[in-house]
């Protein structure tokens, strides 16, 4: 990858951390942080109420345009919202020129670090539903989705912890990147 600085990409189903690690990554690695979601909520307001007035499909699009925007810039840590890369639009988009990594934990730890039963009444994707048939309902449709990635476990470690594994994991990444013949 030369001189470059390869994005870090970060995906993973809700409550893997990608936020909160995304942030510690991003220090580590001296690069700018962005959370797809907050760009989202900067531009068209929260995301609960894009679900309520103009659906979900549309918020899907909102999400490619904001990955097709940030996979042309280098030296980002980027946080995407869960289901971004599940779309292979938007895998294809940043995997050309970006490092992607899924988080992955278990259904357990999702379901409390999403807030448990009262996910339903806070998160969209959750909205009147059983949060943890959702989970496992979502889990489903989606892990093949996430498979195609590098892989981080997330359960019972630190953020710092699983940045640095990470960090490692980029750096193996890009050294084998560099010896391949272009
Ligand atoms: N490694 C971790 N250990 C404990 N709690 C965590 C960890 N990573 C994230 N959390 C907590 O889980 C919740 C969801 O984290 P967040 O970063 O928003 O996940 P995501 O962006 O993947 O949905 C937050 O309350 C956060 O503090
Ligand atoms: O998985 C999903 O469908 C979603 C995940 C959320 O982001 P986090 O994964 O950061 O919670 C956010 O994009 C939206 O509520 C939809
Ligand atoms: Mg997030």
């Known amino acids: 990858m030369g001189d470059r600085r390869p994005s870090v990409v970060l ?72 289901r971004m890369l599940v779309d292979p639009v938007n895998a294809d988009v940043f995997e050309r020129h970006h490092v992607v990594v899924a988080l992955t934990a278990t259904p357990d730890t999702i379901f409390l670090r999403v807030g448990g039963d009262r996910a339903a009444e806070s998160r969209p994707m959750f909205a009147g539903t059983d949060v943890r048939s959702r989970i496992a309902e979502l889990l489903a449709e989606r892990s093949a989705a996430y498979a195609r990635f590098h892989q981080v476990a997330t359960d019972d470690r630190w953020p710092n912890q699983i940045a640095d594994e990470i960090v490692a994991l980029v750096d193996h990444v890009t050294a084998d990147d560099t010896r391949r013949p272009t």
């Open 11 to 82: 995906t993973g189903f809700m409550g893997t951390g990608k936020t909160t690690v995304g942030r510690v990554l991003a220090e580590r690695l001296g690069y700018e942080f962005v959370d797809t979601d907050a760009i989202i909520v900067d531009r068209h307001g929260p995301i609960t109420e894009i679900f309520a007035e103009h659906g979900e499909n549309h918020f899907r699009t909102l999400e490619r345009e904001v990955a097709a925007e940030l996979a042309e810039r280098d030296g980002l840590v980027v946080s995407t919202g869960g």
